[in-house]
């Protein structure tokens, strides 16, 4: 199925070196994949003399302006404005012009921009970032994984909706497994904003309404969706990262300090590259928002062209009709039973 | 120097199986050592007629009670009460028998206890479980790890002291520095109760406190102390612990799954060794309560005998004298500014 995707060329640490060349080859890849690229057009065209692509799979749309990395939310909306990168290629999917809105830029700006133009679905007060995290396995869905440093019991739940609805969409899973990230897995633990999120997840979710998940349990993949607050997604995920780093680096200590270990790793290299490829941080490269009328995907500020161009082939895998249809359909439920309590 | 350790020989998943063997294996390494057992004493005895052990280092108070992994604290304290070895190894420092307390036992419950009997020292309202958080070329302590799941702004400067006054003891620094977890290192970021936290680090510790550090930080060894809440610190602590275990399972997948893999791992096998060591929670095992008038190490309640020993070692490295005064020293300089408020 044909997908077009819009893309904010000047967002990220590398601009549009990384953002063309990534959907350049995203496109050599996935051939039902069209792009617009929104941002300086002389810059974009400039660019693309050097690279192979097909021009019908193309536009490019001008834009005078680009949201810094360090531009506040607050001013990403009101002194940038509608002239930025961001803002046309947000808007190019509420006006239909585009499936899915991918950037590479300042998280905070494309969330506030997002929520601006797009809207949050009825039911949903908040959007909310979320993550495909490895397991043995596969993959759970977490979130949120940095938009909303404090949170409600309610918007936890509507997390759940989000995440499970994803869930069913990405996994192609009829009745994902759910759980709520706490400190340990008896009814007492946690405060009471989880305590009281818990009861009302098991209320809407039922059987697959798993309970309290532990930090571990996000990387043995003990449910299918992990629902947490902005504040604990974020310092769980920084914290993975920083310990997959730590080993990497031990990892490298350890097979360069002796000569034996030197050895055993030149025999062993196709068995290294698939463990380096396993934990590149590029494979999982995209974090969705989610919550809105509309796909938006973040991808990593700092990625390469390979890393872009695999948060755009993970773009065209998403289905907005699906995934809300769903959301709907548990909005609808969680109203019915709140009509009853 | 001579330390006495008290022990809870019943506590753990594993009990006296583990806690006997384990502190007669540290004993045998550390000839300064002597400990007192709390627990059963006819199994005690029973225990240590199979094991090699110079009998003037080791004495056994008998004790009724057990408290078990899933006794809530509160019923610790009510009707288990002192009669347990959990009781006795806390009160035996309580009374200047032992240097540190030492137990395997259910965490919450062993915190409850700690409190009770040693109060916490003027000025900390709570206490707070620490660990060494390992990073490419030393360890961080950071705090807290579970105990306190809701603080104030206060509380946490109080964990800052707590860390900064057990890292200037174990790590010998006369300037540690230290950082305060959250989700961005720009000022406006996280709660409100961490932007005040920070502000009144950052007069307290002056040049020493390097301000916000992020999940990916801690790995990264940024600084030698991390403040965060109870809640924060226990899902960061096993996130990471999970993320290990995930790529261990990563390692032995891809060198166990092609000829050259496992013949490379068979040549790098003194690297793989020296790998997993590096990885090996049991050498890290043992968490340390900060705050109280005595110092008390929680061991992994899962641990074999040879974590149970180090966990013990460990114990013997820490003076309470040290620690505690110069937390007297930082509790007088807060009150001191905060008067000039």
Same mark, same amino acid.
């Given at each position: 199925?044909?997908?077009?995707?819009?893309?904010?060329?000047?967002?990220?640490?590398?601009?549009? $070196?990384?953002? #063309?060349?990534?959907?350049?080859?995203?496109?050599?890849?996935?051939?039902?994949?069209?792009? !617009?690229?929104? &941002?300086?057009?002389?810059?974009? %065209?400039? =660019?693309?003399?050097?690279?192979?692509?097909?021009?019908?799979? #193309?536009?490019?749309?001008?834009?005078?302006?680009?949201?810094?990395? $360090?531009?506040?939310?607050?001013?990403?909306? +009101?002194?940038?404005? =509608?002239?930025?990168?961001?803002?046309?290629?947000?808007?190019?999917?509420?006006?239909?012009?585009? @499936?899915?809105?991918?950037?590479?830029?300042?998280?905070?700006?494309?969330?506030?921009?997002?929520?601006?133009?797009?809207?949050?679905?009825?039911?949903?007060? +908040?959007?909310? #970032?979320?993550?495909?995290?490895?397991?043995?396995?596969?993959?759970?869905?977490?979130?949120?994984?940095?938009?909303?440093?404090?949170?409600? /019991?309610?918007?936890?739940?509507?997390? &759940?909706?989000? &995440?499970? /609805?994803?869930?069913?969409?990405?996994?192609?899973?009829?009745?994902?497994? !759910?759980?709520?990230?706490?400190?340990?897995?008896?009814?007492?633990?946690?405060?009471?904003? !989880?305590?009281?999120?818990?009861?009302?997840?098991?209320?809407?979710?039922?059987?697959?309404?798993?309970?309290?998940?532990?930090?571990?349990?996000?990387?043995?993949?003990?449910?299918?969706?992990?629902?947490?607050? &902005?504040?604990?997604?974020? %310092?769980?995920?920084?914290?993975?990262?920083?310990?997959?780093?730590?080993?990497?680096?031990? %990892?490298?200590?350890?097979?360069?300090?002796?000569?034996?270990?030197?050895?055993?790793?030149?025999?062993? =290299? *196709?068995?290294? +590259?698939?463990?380096?490829?396993?934990?590149?941080?590029?494979?999982?490269?995209?974090?969705?928002?989610?919550?809105?009328?509309?796909?938006?995907? =973040?991808?990593?500020?700092?990625? @390469? #062209?390979?890393?872009?161009?695999?948060?755009?082939?993970? *773009?065209?895998?998403? *289905?907005?009709? $699906?995934?809300? /249809?769903?959301?709907?359909?548990? !909005?609808?439920?969680?109203?019915?039973?709140?009509?009853? $309590?």
């Amino acid at each position: 199925m044909e997908k077009i995707i819009s893309i904010d060329a000047m967002g990220g640490d590398n601009g549009i $070196d990384v953002t #063309i060349e990534g959907a350049c080859l995203a496109m050599k890849r996935q051939k039902e994949l069209s792009v !617009i690229f929104f &941002g300086n057009e002389r810059l974009i %065209i400039e =660019k693309l003399k050097n690279i192979e692509y097909s021009k019908d799979k #193309i536009e490019v749309i001008h834009c005078d302006k680009v949201v810094e990395m $360090d531009t506040k939310p607050i001013d990403a909306i +009101r002194r940038v404005g =509608k002239e930025s990168s961001m803002w046309g290629c947000i808007n190019a999917i509420s006006e239909g012009k585009a @499936d899915i809105a991918i950037s590479a830029g300042n998280t905070g700006a494309l969330m506030g921009l997002s929520t601006i133009i797009l809207r949050t679905i009825d039911g949903i007060e +908040r959007a909310a #970032i979320s993550s495909l995290w490895p397991n043995k396995t596969s993959h759970s869905v977490v979130l949120d994984l940095g938009a909303n440093v404090e949170v409600t /019991s309610d918007q936890l739940v509507q997390f &759940g909706i989000l &995440g499970y /609805s994803y869930a069913k969409s990405v996994f192609s899973k009829n009745d994902p497994t !759910i759980g709520l990230l706490n400190i340990g897995h008896e009814e007492m633990k946690g405060t009471e904003i !989880i305590q009281d999120a818990s009861l009302k997840m098991k209320e809407l979710f039922s059987r697959d309404y798993i309970g309290y998940v532990e930090g571990d349990n996000l990387s043995l993949g003990k449910s299918d969706v992990v629902v947490t607050d &902005g504040f604990t997604g974020n %310092i769980a995920l920084k914290t993975a990262e920083g310990t997959a780093r730590l080993i990497g680096h031990f %990892i490298s200590d350890v097979f360069g300090g002796s000569t034996m270990g030197k050895l055993g790793y030149l025999i062993g =290299k *196709s068995a290294f +590259r698939a463990l380096k490829d396993k934990m590149d941080p590029r494979e999982l490269n995209g974090g969705v928002f989610l919550g809105l009328n509309g796909l938006v995907v =973040k991808s990593h500020g700092g990625t @390469d #062209i390979l890393g872009f161009s695999k948060a755009i082939e993970f *773009s065209t895998k998403l *289905s907005q009709n $699906d995934i809300s /249809s769903e959301i709907k359909k548990l !909005i609808a439920k969680k109203k019915d039973y709140e009509s009853k $309590d």
